[in-house]
Nanobody
Framework: QVQLVESGGGLVQPGGSLRLSCAAS????????MGWYRQAPGKQRELVAY???????NYADSVQGRFTISSDNAKGTVYLQMSSLKSEDTAVYYC?????????WGQGTQVTVSS
């Protein structure tokens, strides 16, 4: 059983930056994919970015070039560095882990982009 805890959300002005962190309860081993999803009010949850155990990454077109996902396997942590933030990025951001055929989710952290 794995537990995920997100942190780093908050209020930021358009054009600003935030870094989100997702800490796993223990060391993650084997083949896995960790990703960030977000859900804005009145919208479906969408994939923002993911990183595999092999190090490959993928991004939604809407965040390409602005967001960077990275991980530290020793710490069991995945990060989402967000820059050039827009009002459209406002959402609750969720960390996700797919490991051994099981999906795990964090509790979510609010990101609000507003002047």
């Amino acid at each position: 059983q794995v537990q995920l805890v997100e942190s780093g959300g908050g209020l930021v002005q358009p054009g600003g930056s935030l870094r989100l962190s997702c800490a796993a309860s223990g060391i993650i081993f084997g083949v896995y994919v960790m990703g960030w999803y977000r859900q804005a009010p009145g919208k479906q949850r969408e994939l923002v970015a993911y990183i595999s155990s092999g190090g490959s990454t993928n991004y939604a077109d809407s965040v390409q070039g602005r967001f960077t996902i990275s991980s530290d396997n020793a710490k069991g942590t995945v990060y989402l560095q967000m820059s050039s933030l827009k009002s459209e990025d406002t959402a609750v951001y969720y960390c996700n882990l797919e490991l051994r055929g099981v999906a795990y989710w964090g509790q979510g952290t609010q990101v609000t982009v507003s002047s």
